[in-house]
């Protein structure tokens, strides 16, 4: 077999990125990984580069996004694009139905249960696709109803929207036009709001503006990076001899073309079964990963529709079956704040109840204060409230024109609502923290089990569900407490018995011989991990300095930035830490009190390297002995490295280290060093 030329290589990228294209985004069913889609992508791309004069408009890297435009073509629809009549209650869906088979009967057609094709009434956009000789040729928006806009390179940014038609090519229409919806799945869209929200972006209503406003920018490539999907949703021109018969087989042509059809299209015959198909489509409505506003239902027949016609601008042959709004008014009556397990306090808003999508909503999340300012909403106004999916009923905008005079702006307590300890907004956050820390006791659980953590004090034993008992039942509510139980009280929880309570008991007597940095990092300060805790003990040898130390003293710790300094600072500062932590050593919490102020260590102020493979300990046992001496341990040589340990089958690092001229050593002379300056 010879290789294929890259002419003939082009052509089976082109053939392989379509495939996987419409299986990610048409099916939902990928058959290879993001990665390696990625790679054949960017050999097209290379190839393409190299050959400029081989890129189509239907090549797969076409849809990333053409050059910006300067405004959109006005496109007259050859047809033009109708809206629907609503139905919002089953006596009028029946009143629907009676009317087609009125009209049926007149035009000799009369029957007991017209045969319906129905779908969801997707909450998007609808636009217009044109494909001449199976390629995408333009696409428009609905606009009027006669003209849109011509909106053909944003369109071609969407996935799902096929740029050549599957199947053989003498199977396509010379022209076909296809009509369908875009919109933008609720998860996409709450993952790009909350992007904006933290980057400062436009933060968009719900997922329906969000897609308008991403299909109206002049900038395709903008477009490209918005998580738009299609679904088709009508065959409005198809100038082949085979015409389908219903609604439902020209959905089905439109698949085997490789357009994304709805999943919930089914045919239903009468009122009964159309009434259930509303019902349950309204029951799924939550769960669905999309927006849709109602049912849509369409008299399948063809033929009987285009007899049936058109009053004004709407299909006699169709309507909608509206379901209840997911976007309804009411009153903001208070906003209170929330502690979470972190400590985060965020603002959620109290609402005077209201009915939205079917359910009654008293309570909306804010986020954050920032999205309060945002929002600039104020307690007394009129908010709008959406509530989709199981995600929590969000506030979207206050309606500011009819404010009540004096309303104050909402501001985020100075104390904690739980606990009382001040409440701080690191710099560059967004959210709000309790630093009551270990004390409070929304964060005490999570706390708790930080403290009891293996690289914390190690309690063997202690897990999240015997912790969240502990707590629940009030047995502990700081730290301190775990050393007050009793064997006797452990083996009353659930699922102990004597011997794990006594086993238990035993670990936490254990655990009062520590370290000072395991201490610290028990202590659960925001930021303080292992290494920074390990850091603040060799500055600072004790935890008295520790606690005394001011943010400028704090600052001269390696690791330790002007955030965390402030953490750290705020946290001593609080006097209920101080009083748990007093707690704590009168438990008996202790540990060698040898240690020395960094700068006093043998080794303070050097940095050492550790490469190849060390024979007496790992390579984190030797780090931390010199460590615990005053050395850094670093990664790599540089000209700031004091001394190289070489161990066995060394390389690069010790090449580097030669030429610059550094002091290597052997593990043997390690350990000798070692022995000698730990004596
Ligand atoms: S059919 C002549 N089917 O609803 C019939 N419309 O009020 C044309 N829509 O502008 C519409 N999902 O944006 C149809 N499955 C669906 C739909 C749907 C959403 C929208 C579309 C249209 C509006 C009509």
Redesign the pocket.
Same mark, same amino acid.
């Given at each position: 077999m010879t290789s294929p030329t890259a002419y003939e290589r082009l052509q089976q990228l082109h053939q392989q990125l379509h495939e996987h294209n419409y299986r990610y985004y048409v099916l939902d069913d990928p058959s290879i990984p993001d990665a390696e889609y990625d790679r054949l992508f960017r050999e097209l791309q290379q190839l393409e580069a190299e050959h400029p004069d081989w890129v189509t408009p239907s090549s797969p890297t076409q849809r990333v996004g053409a050059a910006p435009l300067s405004s959109f073509p006005e496109v007259t629809h050859e047809l033009p694009?109708?809206? #629907?009549g609503n139905v919002f209650d089953d006596s009028s869906l029946e009143a629907f139905v009676r009317r087609i088979q009125d009209n049926l009967a007149d035009l000799g057609q009369a029957t007991a249960t017209p045969e319906f094709c129905c779908?969801?009434? #997707?909450?998007? #956009?609808?636009v217009s696709l044109i494909y001449h000789q199976g390629q995408l040729v333009q696409g428009v928006t609905?606009g009027d109803g006669q003209t849109g806009e011509g909106i053909t390179e944003n369109l071609r940014t969407v996935g799902s929207i096929p740029l050549t038609l599957r199947g053989e090519r003498q199977d396509w229409p010379e022209t076909l036009e296809v009509?369908g919806?875009v919109y933008m799945p609720r998860q996409a869209f709450e993952a790009m709001n909350d992007w904006a929200r933290e980057e400062g972006g436009k933060v968009f209503a719900n997922p329906r503006n969000a897609a308008a406003g991403s299909l109206r920018q002049l900038d395709p490539r903008i477009t490209a990076r918005r998580p738009l999907e299609f679904t088709a949703?009508?065959l409005a021109r198809n100038s082949s001899d085979q015409q389908p018969s219903s609604h439902y087989q020209a959905m089905q042509q439109l698949a085997t073309w490789g357009f994304k059809i709805?999943p919930q299209l089914q045919r239903v015959q009468g009122f009964t079964e159309l009434k259930n198909y509303c019902d349950q489509l309204a029951d799924q409505r939550d769960e669905l990963p999309y927006d849709i506003d109602g049912a849509?239902i369409?008299l399948n027949d063809l033929r009987l529709q285009a007899e049936l016609g058109f009053r004004a601008r709407e299909?006699r042959w169709?309507t909608?079956y509206k379901y209840p709004a997911q976007e309804e008014i009411t009153r903001l009556v208070d906003v209170e704040f929330q502690v979470g397990r972190t400590g985060a306090v965020t603002p959620v808003a109290r609402l005077e109840p209201v009915q939205v999508a079917g359910v009654t909503v008293s309570n909306a999340t804010l986020h954050n204060m920032d999205e309060v300012e945002r929002l600039d909403v104020r307690v007394g106004d009129r908010v709008i409230v959406r509530r989709a999916g199981d995600v929590i009923p969000q506030i979207v905008k206050a309606v500011l024109d009819d404010r009540p005079e004096q309303t104050a702006a909402i501001r985020m307590p100075e104390h904690c609502p739980v606990c009382a300890s001040h409440v701080e907004r690191a710099e560059g956050e967004a959210v709000y923290r309790c630093t009551g820390g270990l004390y409070c006791p929304a964060q005490r659980k999570e706390a708790l089990k930080h403290f009891a953590s293996r690289k914390a004090l190690d309690i063997e034993g202690l897990g999240e569900k015997l912790l969240d008992q502990l707590v629940e039942r009030e047995l502990v509510k700081t730290p301190a407490d775990l050393y007050r139980l009793t064997a006797d009280e452990l083996a009353e929880l659930d699922r102990m018995a004597a011997k794990s309570a006594n086993n238990l008991v035993e670990a936490l007597n254990k655990s009062k011989q520590t370290s000072l940095p395991r201490f610290i990092y028990a202590l659960g300060i925001r930021e303080v991990g292992e290494a920074t805790a390990k850091g603040l003990a060799q500055y600072f040898g004790s935890l008295q300095a520790l606690m005394q130390a001011s943010e400028e003293q704090l600052l001269e710790v390696d690791d330790v930035g002007p955030i965390v300094a402030q953490h750290l600072h705020a946290f001593f500062q609080e006097e209920h830490n101080q009083t748990s932590i007093q707690d704590l050593l009168d438990q008996g919490i202790h540990w060698p009190e040898t240690q020395t102020r960094r700068e006093d260590l043998p080794l303070a102020g050097q940095t050492w390297v550790l490469t190849g493979s060390l024979e007496s300990f790992t390579r984190d046992q030797a780090k931390e002995r010199l460590e615990a001496l005053g050395a850094k341990v670093s990664g790599s040589v540089s000209k700031k490295t004091s001394c190289l340990v070489a161990g066995a089958a060394a390389g690069s690092k010790l090449t580097k280290a030669e030429s610059l001229g550094i002091t290597v050593i052997s593990e043997e002379e390690l350990i000798a060093e070692l022995t000698r300056l730990e004596e």
């Open positions: 694009m109708l809206s #629907l779908e969801p009434k #997707l909450d998007g #956009l609808a609905r009509r919806e949703y009508q709805s849509v369409k299909p169709a909608a």
